[in-house]
């Protein structure tokens, strides 16, 4: 496996293991663009179009904030991610653009779950399957797969933050129950 890509084993039930892929997935925190103001719109493409393609464009951790303001400006070339300061993905080609046609804008970032949307997520490919026990006798163990988007993210740490993530769900939920009587 390379080094964004990572295979855990969780002993118990699906239903343990199942929690904690879901909580790779929905509770690691992440900035992605929120809002794109376009000044000079020249190209083929739609203001809309073009703010959907760079608000699910994945940056590398700490090289925005929420409080980011990223400018972009190209003009008679493709739009790559290179373009984009703090992409984490520099040879993507975000928009195809044609000799004479301009982009000018600037991207407002904000923080997030992949509960709240998906261009928030750091983890893809998550999956999970059963692995063979030692014996009948063994709790059911089950392997759970995933890739880091970016290569700045280390998948140990991800894994680490996504259970701290559950643990605090589960305070949470046992608090409630508490409180409730």
Same mark, same amino acid.
């Given at each position: 496996?390379?080094?964004?890509?990572?295979?855990?084993?969780?002993?118990?039930?699906?239903?343990?293991?199942?929690?904690?892929?879901?909580?790779?997935?929905?509770?690691?925190?992440?900035?992605?663009?929120?809002?794109?103001?376009?000044?000079?719109?020249?190209?083929?493409?739609?203001?809309?179009?073009?703010? #959907?393609?760079?608000?699910?464009?994945?940056?590398?951790?700490?090289?925005?904030?929420?409080?980011?303001?990223?400018?972009?400006?190209?003009?008679?070339?493709?739009?790559?991610?290179?373009?984009?300061?703090?992409?984490?993905?520099?040879?993507?080609?975000?928009?195809?653009?044609?000799?004479? #046609?301009?982009?000018?804008?600037?991207?407002?970032?904000?923080?997030?779950?992949?509960?709240?949307?998906?261009?928030?997520?750091?983890? %893809?490919?998550?999956?999970?399957?059963? %692995?063979?026990?030692?014996?009948?006798?063994?709790?059911?163990?089950?392997?759970?797969?995933?890739?880091?988007?970016?290569?700045?993210?280390?998948?140990?740490?991800?894994?680490?933050?996504?259970?701290?993530?559950?643990?605090?769900?589960?305070?949470?939920?046992?608090?409630?129950?508490?409180?409730?009587?």
């Amino acid at each position: 496996m390379d080094r964004r890509r990572w295979r855990v084993v969780v002993d118990g039930e699906p239903s343990r293991a199942n929690a904690a892929r879901r909580a790779l997935i929905s509770s690691l925190r992440s900035v992605a663009p929120d809002r794109v103001e376009i000044d000079v719109n020249t190209s083929a493409h739609t203001d809309e179009y073009i703010a #959907q393609r760079l608000g699910l464009l994945p940056f590398r951790r700490g090289a925005v904030t929420a409080a980011s303001c990223v400018p972009l400006r190209v003009r008679g070339r493709p739009v790559r991610g290179s373009d984009v300061d703090g992409a984490a993905h520099p040879d993507a080609e975000l928009l195809p653009m044609g000799h004479g #046609q301009e982009v000018a804008l600037r991207m407002r970032f904000a923080e997030g779950t992949g509960a709240t949307h998906a261009r928030f997520a750091r983890a %893809v490919a998550v999956g999970m399957r059963p %692995v063979e026990g030692g014996g009948e006798a063994d709790p059911p163990r089950h392997a759970i797969d995933f890739e880091a988007l970016t290569d700045d993210d280390c998948p140990r740490a991800m894994w680490s933050e996504a259970l701290d993530a559950l643990d605090a769900l589960l305070s949470r939920a046992e608090e409630e129950v508490r409180r409730r009587g």
